[in-house]
Nanobody
Framework: VQLQAFGGGSVQTGESLRLSCTGS????????IGWFRQSPGKEREFVAT????????DYADSVKGRFAIRRDNAKNMVILQMNRLRPEDTAIFYC???????????????????WGQGTQVTVSS
């Protein structure tokens, strides 16, 4: 599957953004999807993940209660709704896919085999 992430931008503290990750080339519903982010000088970190059917989700502690992940397999799309953004959320956000036959989710970068290009999110105070 090929992934494309989009929806980043520049916002003020407290505002919202919606990131989208679209897939093509394979059966999108065969893949668990994860969102990660990376800021300069830091390692890529887990943000959120969703199982292939959308029934299992997990979030990093830093975004719980502010971010929500969902998917629409009919549209080959995963959405990351980001609310109450903070300056520390500033990073390049990446979506990733891992083929699975179960409802598994994955929280570590090395567990994903396919990555999309990043989309920049900048939050100013």
């Amino acid at each position: 599957v090929q992934l494309q992430a989009f929806g980043g931008g520049s916002v003020q503290t407290g505002e919202s953004l919606r990131l989208s990750c679209t897939g093509s080339g394979r059966t999108f519903s065969d893949y668990a999807i994860g969102w990660f982010r990376q800021s300069p000088g830091k390692e890529r970190e887990f943000v959120a993940t969703i199982s292939r059917a959308g029934t299992v989700k997990d979030y990093a502690d830093s975004v719980k209660g502010r971010f929500a992940i969902r998917r629409d397999n009919a549209k080959n799309m995963v959405i990351l709704q980001m609310n109450r953004l903070r300056p520390e959320d500033t990073a390049i956000f990446y979506c990733a896919a891992q083929n699975t036959v179960t409802g598994a989710i994955f929280t570590r970068p090395h567990q994903y085999s396919t990555w999309g290009q990043g989309t920049q999110v900048t939050v100013s105070s």
